[in-house]
């Protein structure tokens, strides 16, 4: 008898114990399995553990991370604002992905093409494109162990030639944007000269005529305006202007105007401008769905920037005023007649807002 008082007290010890600090009263409390099932004494599992474990991990990374951030914000300021541009471009990037992502599978499971998507996802894929073909030497680069410190060396020394817009500052963007429109700025007067000189090969007296003084009008420091680049349009549907009548010497001057390398041979060039001519029609047609004035300042001053126009040095109504201009042109011509299109980024620019480029 002594022995079960016993064994029951300690029974009971036990489960105030593991019940230490509740209130309520649990029928069945003799039972000697009763322990196992209160909430204080349940099982974990294993991936519940792990889940801990990692959050735990996590919140000490995270932790070690921002003592590290501010320790370089104080002795190393230069530094650390290569590190945080890093660190928030990369942030940017898979971003970005992510909206591609989501982009990409509204094309696959619609059956939407690229020429019906809304313009912001327009422009969002067609940028990606160009900045993961520059990126990904740099994210390779990065990937083993400590490497991030030879991409920080590449950032300081090298960060327009290897480093895509994600991960410039906001004083490299101006100032890279200004180094690639001057040098795009340094083909517009060949193209002119090129004008002129193919011109004289067309048999039509009275476009031949139009032509050379639309280049005469550019050279002299005026604008013209768009019905009269409209009015030489079949000229550059076919030879010798045509997207793919062009001589090779021609396309070489209009291949940066698009950021393009010239240091390929003809037919390659030719096929690029000719993809990257429709892309940027298809472009503008969206753009004229969506409406000019429901651009933000930024997607305003992009949207010109890519059509030749340095709009760092414009005003917001500038830069609209131009690019409606520029889509009187655009939304008026055809797939044939896209090499127009290329050579309106020297006709509309090339004097926008002062002076003509001579480079």
């Not at 422009?123 to 390779?140: G, H, N, S, T």
């Not at 690639?180 to 340094?186: I, K, N, V």
């Not at 604008?223 to 045509?242: M, V």
């Not at 896209?338 to 003509?356: D, M, T």
């Amino acid at each position: 008898m002594a022995l079960s008082c016993s064994s029951l007290c300690s029974q009971l010890s036990l489960i105030r114990h593991c019940r230490l600090g509740k209130n309520r009263i649990t029928h069945g409390l003799y039972s000697p399995f009763v322990v196992c099932q209160l909430p204080l004494c349940r099982h974990y599992s294993s991936s519940e553990v792990r889940r801990g474990f990692a959050r735990y991990v996590a919140s000490k990374l995270q932790w070690a991370n921002t003592k590290y951030e501010d320790f370089l914000k104080k002795r190393f300021p230069r530094f650390f604002l290569l590190y945080h541009t890093f660190v928030e471009g990369f942030k940017l990037l898979f971003r970005d992905a992510k909206d591609i992502r989501r982009i990409k599978g509204k094309m696959w499971s619609d059956g939407v093409k690229f020429q019906d998507l809304p313009y912001r996802d327009m422009e969002k894929l067609r940028q990606f494109r160009r900045d993961l073909i520059k990126a990904i030497p740099l994210v390779i680069i990065s990937i083993p162990p400590f490497a991030n410190y030879l991409v920080f060396v590449l950032m300081y020394f090298f960060p327009r030639q290897l480093l895509i817009p994600h991960f410039w500052t906001p004083s490299q963007q101006l100032e890279f944007r200004r180094v690639y429109h001057s040098l795009r700025a340094r083909h517009h007067w060949p193209v002119l000269k090129g004008l002129e000189y193919t011109s004289q090969q067309d048999k039509n007296g009275h476009l031949q005529t139009q032509l050379k003084d639309l280049c005469a009008k550019v050279q002299s420091g005026a604008n013209p305006k768009a019905s009269e680049i409209l009015a030489i349009r079949s000229l550059f549907s076919g030879p010798p202007l045509g997207i793919r009548r062009m001589s090779v010497d021609h396309m070489r001057h209009i291949s940066p105007l698009l950021f393009l390398t010239p240091r390929l041979p003809g037919f390659l060039i030719g096929q690029r401008l000719s993809s990257h001519g429709l892309e940027l029609l298809q472009l503008d047609r969206g753009l004229s769905r969506l409406g000019v004035h429901q651009l933000n300042d930024s997607e305003l001053r992009q949207a010109c920037y890519l059509r030749g126009l340095n709009a760092d040095v414009l005003g917001v109504n500038q830069c609209r005023e131009w690019l409606s201009q520029w889509l009187q042109v655009s939304s008026s011509l055809k797939d044939s007649e896209v090499s127009l299109l290329l050579h309106s980024i020297v006709f509309l620019s090339a004097n926008y807002p002062s002076g003509p480029s001579r480079h």
